[in-house]
């Protein structure tokens, strides 16, 4: 038994370092193609490191048998984000092709759809997984506000950092951890954020539209967490006996959905 333990952590090791190679050929792509400077390389060779260290010594505590086929989707995606990380880094000293820096983010948010739905298929959805996946989110949504910000001005971080901003609050109010009953309505708020950061990030739109799209997109985030907040509040007595949302549903459902969960995340 303990040769098969050894065996397992070893397995799940090699998962994990695997990302992180990945990671660092991904980068050294981009320098090549681009011209990728320091500020970016150092970025991003930062950005695998904590992903690694970070991801590894989740694996190993939560023991999990494998590491899952979800869980491979939500590392490719964390490659990618971590490839945006490195240019938004790079852009303060000269903008990324437009067409990279679309590319790569498109293909994370789409397969955000994805992972989810392997889980389930597989029958492989677990805590970390979970956690994972809307860890993920919530740093790209971080990313891609820094990068936004800087044409559109601070007040775009809102965006990115609201997410952060409720878990620290939950800190000094606990009621704030409550369960929240689903909603249909968070989520599309929180897919809404990483499409209108895209879209603004891509420079394919006016100014003046640019601006209207992520105002809105702010707009319906800080409703739907303002929302989620007075439920809390309200709850925070007792059960909320007839909800019409049905089920309720953990703070993580609250953090993913207010940060860019997609329809389908896990």
């Known amino acids: ?56 010594r989740a694996v190993l505590r939560s023991r999990l048998s494998s590491f899952g086929p979800a869980n491979r989707v939500t590392l490719g995606r964390a490659i990618l984000v971590g490839g945006v990380t490195a240019l938004v880094a790079d852009s303060f000293e000269s903008s990324p092709p437009a067409t990279v820096f679309v590319g ?27 956690r994972f996946d809307m860890e993920v989110d919530a740093f790209l949504i971080l990313v891609l506000s820094v990068y936004v910000a800087m044409a559109l001005g601070p007040w775009v971080l809102l965006i990115g950092g609201m997410r952060y901003v409720f878990v620290a609050a939950a800190r000094v109010w ?4 409550g369960e929240l ?10 897919a809404v954020q990483g499409v209108a950061l895209l879209v603004a990030a891509s420079g394919l739109l006016p100014y003046g539209a640019e601006l209207a799209v992520v105002a809105s997109a702010l707009g319906s985030l800080v409703w739907s967490f303002g929302r989620d907040v007075l439920w809390l509040r309200s709850a925070r007595g ?4 007839g909800s019409p949302a049905g089920p309720a549903g953990s703070q993580d459902e609250v953090a993913r959905g207010a940060v860019g969960e997609l329809v389908g995340g896990r």
Do not use: C
């Open 1 to 56: 038994m303990a040769l098969n333990h050894t065996y397992d952590v070893r397995l799940l090791q090699q998962e994990t370092t695997v990302g992180a190679g990945v990671q660092v050929l991904l980068l050294a792509l981009l320098g090549t193609a681009i011209g990728m400077g320091p500020a970016g390389w150092l970025t991003g060779l930062a950005f695998a490191l904590a992903t690694w260290a970070v991801l590894t």
């Open 104 to 130: 790569l983010t498109a293909v994370a948010l789409i397969l955000d759809g994805v992972d989810g739905k392997v889980a389930r298929r597989t029958g492989t959805s677990t805590a970390l997984g979970a």
């Open 174 to 177: 606990p009621w704030l951890n």
């Open 181 to 190: 009953p689903p909603s249909m309505a968070r989520k599309t708020v929180a």
């Open 238 to 241: 007792g059960a909320m006996p």
